[in-house]
């Protein structure tokens, strides 16, 4: 049940065929039902955490402002509409008739706002449910933020081959208040996480399918082996990558750097079962069909998820193509003409998009740079109430801040020079797939400085932090091939290390709960829990009480 650190392939062919299957794909500890339980107890002990009070505070808050409104609209027009001046209210109170005017402009691709309907859908049909409220509107990003933990042990489980580490890995999620207090809102950047994570982790089954089957054909004699079949799970990532996708721009990233990594891996795979020149077969067989797999199959499926926009006439800039046909186009049968002018509608529309994007550069309190989010040193003040007078103290607070739990996030820090440090020395796939994920999520924020952004944009980037601090640990633990004197006290120093580390995480996390969850507390205890004046007042704004 430990992690170890693959050894790197060697420079001629392995003496066996068993040998070329144990480095290829190493065994996974049985029986599979153990790890399944685990997976299924560490997530649902995240789920009873995020549905715990999920209606609390019982409004609209932050940018549930847009994203439960468009929510609502698009399910019931298929695309985002304008609403009257005071719906936030009116649909706190359950009233459902906010729309007006017509189409909205909105910035972010439709799929979580379908997802957020959808759990709106789901409570309202429900006996124990209502038609519009705010458990409804953030049923789906709790739903998706408990099966993102579930997901995660999956694959820390596969990646380390230990029970222990992928159940660690998922506590550390679920632990984290970023990932908490976006599991508990009607945002899309839970949704964004969940997808890229899923891509990942149909990456991570696809590494270890097509080095089984490299491996069968090299105990078979095929030295040269050549097609692998077809890679399903590849195929499942671009998928996912496209759903991504079609939450936030930013999934492009991730879809760039998860392209180059599984044909990366392919590659290696060749040269630990001893095959020579294989840049071209690896060229033909791996890397161009992967394309197709990820890039290809992700850019079908974000068209896709534009299927209300296309399927009715009303949405933001449907009608702009056929206003707008160019004249080498308008000679066009009608049944090509309609789907080519919703085609240029659609591009049209993501210029707009884009130019938004671009020129976003606006002053926020909470507002902060990519150099902050590791640190959290400005975390966003989601929701504050100081007028509540139900905690028995003179003056109460209640409040729902969006931060990371300083002890996963600073923790990170560490374990990402450990990272480096044995990509570096020992060329580990898995700290290497930690630190890209990490990389995809973070780096190309740097590119644009003047922009306005904030910490949440983070979330994606935290399924690897968490495996950064998982794999620290497993390394701490350390393998079981050494002599037993060794193992024995490199576990005491070891477990003693792991126990420290997640009793720190558990108790951070248990001390900014009431601050995470819209809890009414005193506010001097409220007070206590701000260890920074960034935490308060942002970047010099007013305090939100």
Not at 114 to 133: Q, T
Not at 147 to 176: E, K, Q, Y
Not at 230 to 239: D, N, P, Q, S, V
Not at 475 to 502: I, T
């Amino acid at each position: 049940m430990t992690t170890t650190a693959l050894p790197a392939a060697p420079a001629q062919p392995p003496t066996s065929s068993a040998s070329v299957r144990d480095r290829l794909v190493p065994p996974t500890p049985g029986p599979a039902w153990a790890g399944w339980l685990g997976a299924v107890l560490v997530a649902a002990f995240a789920g009873v955490l995020r549905f715990i009070r999920l209606g609390s505070p019982p409004e609209i808050y932050f940018d549930e402002t847009y994203y439960a409104k468009n929510a609502l609209s698009i399910w019931i027009y298929g695309y985002e509409h304008e609403t009257i001046e005071n719906a936030d209210a009116m649909l706190a109170n359950g009233n459902d008739s906010i729309f007006t005017g017509g189409a909205d402009f909105v910035v972010h691709p439709p799929l979580s706002k379908w997802l957020i309907g959808l759990g709106d859908w789901v409570w309202g049909v429900l006996p124990f449910g209502e038609a519009v409220s705010p458990v409804g509107w953030r049923l789906a990003a709790a739903v998706f933020g408990t099966l993102s933990v579930l997901l995660l042990v999956r694959i820390a489980t596969r990646m380390t081959r230990s029970w222990l580490l992928g159940c660690t890995a998922g506590l550390i999620m679920a632990l984290d208040g970023l990932h908490f207090t976006l599991s508990r809102i009607a945002m899309v950047d839970v949704f964004l996480m969940f997808f890229i994570l899923a891509g990942f982790g149909c990456l991570v089954v696809d590494r270890d399918r097509a080095r089984a089957r490299l491996a069968g054909l090299t105990e078979s004699g095929a030295a040269a082996a050549g097609w692998l079949g077809m890679r399903w799970w590849r195929i499942g990532a671009g998928l996912c990558l496209g759903l991504a996708m079609g939450t936030k721009w930013s999934a492009l990233w991730y879809l760039a750097a998860f392209g180059l990594l599984t044909v990366a891996w392919d590659y290696g795979a060749r040269r630990s079962a001893g095959q020579r020149k294989v840049a071209l077969r690896w060229l033909g067989y791996d890397a161009v069909p992967a394309f197709f797999q990820t890039v290809g199959v992700a850019a079908v499926t974000y068209l896709a998820t534009w299927t209300g926009w296309f399927a009715t006439s009303g949405g933001y800039d449907r009608q702009w193509g056929a206003q707008n046909t160019p004249g080498a186009l308008a000679q066009l049968p009608d049944q090509l003409l309609g789907p080519v002018n919703a085609l240029i509608s659609l591009a049209h529309y993501h210029m707009q998009v884009l130019n938004f994007h671009s020129d976003l550069s606006k002053p926020h309190d909470y507002a902060s740079t990519p150099w902050e989010w590791l640190i959290m040193r400005t975390p966003v003040a989601f929701y504050y109430n100081g007028e509540e007078t139900t905690c028995g103290a003179d003056r109460c607070s209640s409040t729902v801040l969006s931060i990371g739990t300083p002890a996963v996030w600073w923790l990170s820090l560490l374990a990402l020079v450990v990272m480096f440090g044995w990509w570096i020395t020992h060329r580990d796939w898995r700290a290497g797939a930690v630190l890209l994920g990490v990389a995809a999520g973070w780096l190309p924020w740097l590119a644009y400085p003047e922009r306005t952004m904030f910490v949440f944009y983070a979330l994606p980037m935290l399924p690897f932090l968490a495996l950064a601090i998982t794999l620290m640990l497993g390394r701490a633990l350390g393998p079981a091939e050494d002599s037993p004197d060794y193992v024995l006290m490199r576990r005491l120093v070891g477990g003693v290390a792991f126990g420290v580390v997640m009793l720190l995480i558990i108790a951070n996390f248990a001390y900014l709960y009431p601050v995470l969850s819209a809890e009414t507390i005193p506010y001097d205890q409220w007070a206590q829990r701000m260890w920074f004046e960034t935490w308060i007042y942002g970047n010099g704004g007013p305090s939100t009480g």
